[in-house]
């Protein structure tokens, strides 16, 4: 397996970083993740986009044009010899002497990518549907930027795993911010779609907005609004989305079936369009 470290592509065991990296002190770093069908990269240049706007946002320069990020992204995609899973990247702000502030403006960032192989189309989980259980939302105020520090994030996905189910969703205020990796979804008995708005309070999904732009160009309407734990336990169905799960349907929210408590049919068709997206049909 080989991995992408700054500039150079190295055996998985020989890649190192120093223990002061700002990464591994602070979590000062973003990263990113796009999925691979077929060798190619889905949605990426949205992806790159992000990485760069999250960059922006905590004052790291980015490394790569989107180009040349994608230029490394395809070898090392092609090094791996990977059909369909996913290409990780990390941009951290470089390695200096313990200190919060940040280090000089000439500290190069530490750029790494890794891929993994994955069964992401084929995912039996999509088949039989996901069950959630809703989590009180521990993060910071600025989860629009895709941060490493995932703290939060790993305590969230650790109860639905004590849960024995695949996801958690998060709740603030009685409304539903997202899942722990993932962005929520739900149905209403009258056929719309709702998922709560952009703000600081969520992270822009990728997978998101082109599930959203395949709903309106079906016909169906999706209202961005905050939705409530009550209001998606009723509603007829429920889906999360992400880079790596694409469309999945929920079955169940804190042991209690959604609709018939089978995968619904909206989440199904967007499911399929979101593949066919996939594999650039
Ligand atoms: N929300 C959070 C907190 C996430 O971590 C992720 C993905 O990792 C998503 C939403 C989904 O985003 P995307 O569709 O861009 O993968």
Redesign the pocket.
Known sequence: RIVYLNGEFLPFDQARVPVMDRGFLFADGIYE?SAIIEGRLVDNAA?LA?LDRSLGEIGIRNPHDAAEWERLQTELVAKNGVVEGLVYMQVTRGVYERDFAFPPADTPPTVMMFTQAKTVIANTLAETGAKVVTVEDLRWKR?DIKSVALLA?VLTKQAAAEAGVAEAWMVEDGAVT??????AFIATKDGRLVTRPLSTA??P????AAVMRLAAETGLTVEERLFSVDEAHAASEAFY???SAFVMPVVAIDGRPIGEGVPGPVARRLRELYIAMARGD
């Open positions: 993740v992806h992000r989860r994030q997202e899942g722990s990796s993932s962005t969520l992270l999904g990728i997978t998101r989305t992400s880079a």
